[in-house]
């Protein structure tokens, strides 16, 4: 609403300094008005529908894409092997398309390759696996400085298998899931000297594995 003091050629407009001027206002309302004008160009945008994005489907035994799929390269049956492994995977692993661990998975009976996923293990939660670390029978695969060549390594006789943990994880991970879990640094250490990352650990060992 204007309204035209007496005695004066200037318009004021209510709740506006005096100093403003029409143009001013005019300018102002223009502004405005082009800028609804680009809010309901971006409203229409909101009933156009989204298509959800679909995964390639995935083989169900070695969780590869289909098209590049490993079964017919794997054992028909089982591998009859003595040593139960236990692997340790971090989470960031388990959203790769292309991992190791259901190669390795799908190679071996069930009871002889556990996967556990996870950072933190406690031995409340994962009585197990606490067990199994307190074994004399347990061996973990990690490049620490007490570490064991795999390779050299001088096995008990009187013991009829033997369990392995394995860290599945990028090197940072790996070495972060070993020293803040107090029970992976109970069974003794081993590595293979060709081993290069902590997330080649399960690939690699698949073919070394008795």
């Known amino acids: 609403k204007l309204e035209m003091a007496s005695g004066e050629d200037k318009f004021y407009t209510v709740g506006l300094p005096a100093s403003t001027s029409v143009s001013t206002v005019q300018e102002e309302n223009t502004d405005l008005t082009s800028r609804l004008e680009e809010n309901c160009g971006l409203l229409e ?7 959800a994005v679909q995964r390639r489907p995935t083989c169900s035994r070695c969780s590869r894409p289909q098209k590049v799929c490993l079964c017919s390269f794997l054992p028909v049956q089982p591998l009859n092997i003595s040593t139960c492994l236990y692997i340790v995977q971090h989470p960031a692993e388990e959203s790769r398309v292309l991992r190791t661990v259901p190669l390795l998975a799908a190679c ?13 293990f406690n031995e409340t939660r994962y009585l197990e696996l606490a067990e199994v670390c307190r074994s004399p029978n347990t061996l973990i695969l990690y490049p620490g400085a007490e570490a064991a060549n795999l390779e050299e390594l001088a096995l008990d006789p009187s013991l009829a298998s033997y369990n392995l943990i394995i860290i599945d994880g990028t090197w940072s991970q790996a070495k972060d899931m070993f020293y803040r879990n107090d029970i992976f640094r109970l069974p003794k250490q081993i590595l293979h000297a060709t081993i290069c990352k902590a997330g080649d650990v399960a690939h690699h060992f698949k073919c070394h594995v008795h």
């Open 45 to 51: 945008f909101a009933d156009l529908s989204v298509e």
């Open 108 to 120: 071996l009976p069930p009871d002889k390759c556990k996967v556990l996923i996870g950072r933190r």
